[in-house]
Nanobody, 124 residues
Framework: QVQLVESGGGLVQAGGSLRLSCAAS????????MGWFRQAPGKEREFVAA????????DYADSVKGRFTISRDNSKNTVYLQMNSLNPVVTAVYYC?????????????????WGPGSPVPVSS
């Protein structure tokens, strides 16, 4: 199992940008596909973005395409989520997750390891 810790969240104004980081504890991090999910108040957790183990394949929720970018640095055991043009509707707790499958995964059930979450409130 991979231990994950998110960082970089915090209050941001509408139109601003933020980069989330997720550090993984395991040295075999490079063999895991990674994903970002979010959960807004009163709503279910939803898929945001995912990346395969090499970093060459990615997938995004339609709502974030063109504004969010997922990337990873296997030498640092870290995955990132760059978020641009933020608006209040994306206010949520953002979670990093790891999947033992090396290819891109988008379903919550495919991810066995989760971080504690990083709140991203966006003010209008």
């Amino acid at each position: 199992q991979v231990q994950l810790v998110e960082s970089g969240g915090g209050l941001v104004q509408a139109g601003g940008s933020l980069r989330l980081s997720c550090a993984a504890s395991r040295r075999t991090f490079s063999g895991y596909a990674m994903g970002w999910f979010r959960q807004a108040p009163g709503k279910e957790r939803e898929f945001v973005a995912a990346i395969n183990w090499t970093g060459r394949s990615t997938d995004y929720a339609d709502s974030v395409k063109g504004r969010f970018t997922i990337s990873r640095d296997n030498s640092k055991n870290t995955v990132y989520l760059q978020m641009n043009s933020l608006n209040p509707v994306v206010t949520a707790v953002y979670y990093c997750a790891a999947s033992r499958a090396p290819s891109v995964r988008t379903s919550i059930s495919d991810f066995g390891s989760w971080g504690p979450g990083s709140p991203v409130p966006v003010s209008s």
